[in-house]
């Protein structure tokens, strides 16, 4: 273990996003730390709806779990979400519980041992190996848990254990962090100026690390900046949302919807909002 401490658990509170039975919490816990979101979802036990999940370059790791008709758990298991390079859609089972904590992509795998690109376009859930030793308080609280209270363990199991692999600024965390920050809307040349490395050694260590070129990434952000952006409002105003979101236009905001989700932003939009007939109520049961 490494004599850097661990960061206070930080609590569930408030969402930054909701749509129908998805919620999900964005963590500011510094650049040596490698999650950076929690998020949850609960299908409906009856009419569960298909999700469409947003390109995106992080994996999660996530405890699903599975119910019968009288309502108990027959199923727990530890899987691995993402990454997508396009949009998927994934369709859960009736009462489907997925609790997840959010990777960085750059960090993923010398913290946890999970490679981004090795799980890009797999299953929309992965069953996955290896991680059991860091989640198992999380695992033990899941067999009859409240979700908000299993997600306050995953996150705590793995902001405890050994971090020493990432407890330092890198070229690939420093560009990570910043595309994050930024949205996707800042350049690569711009991020290798500020590092004071070139390009290609930037590109080089980022593809390393993560399995995909930070113009891949930064793309991914964008896409995913305008869908939530545009989730906040039924009809949404699409030549504000591609400006803030960092496109040329509105025609470049539509191609890379077209290239990244196969249907337009007023098609994705439609689709995402099917979940709101959803009742949101993610954490009223166990």
Known sequence: MNDTPAPRDPAISEPFHKLGDYHAWAL?????VPVDMIWVSKADETKPFAHLVMPHGEP????????????????????VCGPFGKARWYHPQPGEELIAVRLKPEASFASFGIFAGEFLNTDPVAKVTGVE??????LRDAEDGEMRHVAQSLLNDLLHCDREAFNHETVESATAGMLRKAEGRITIRAIAKHLDISERHLRRRFQGATGMSPKTYAR??????????????????????????????????????RNLCGQTPVETHHARSALRTADGSVFSNT
């Open 28 to 32: 500011e816990l510094g650049y040596t």
């Open 60 to 79: 999660s790791i996530a405890i699903r779990r599975r119910r019968d008709r009288r309502g108990d758990f027959y199923e727990i298991d530890l899987v």
């Open 133 to 138: 030793k860091f989640c198992g308080n999380a």
């Open 220 to 257: 991914q952000l964008r896409i995913a900046a305008a869908a939530i952006r545009a989730d906040a409002a039924p009809t949404p105003n699409w030549a504000t949302i591609a400006n803030d979101s960092g496109y040329f236009d509105q025609a470049h905001m539509i191609a890379d919807f």
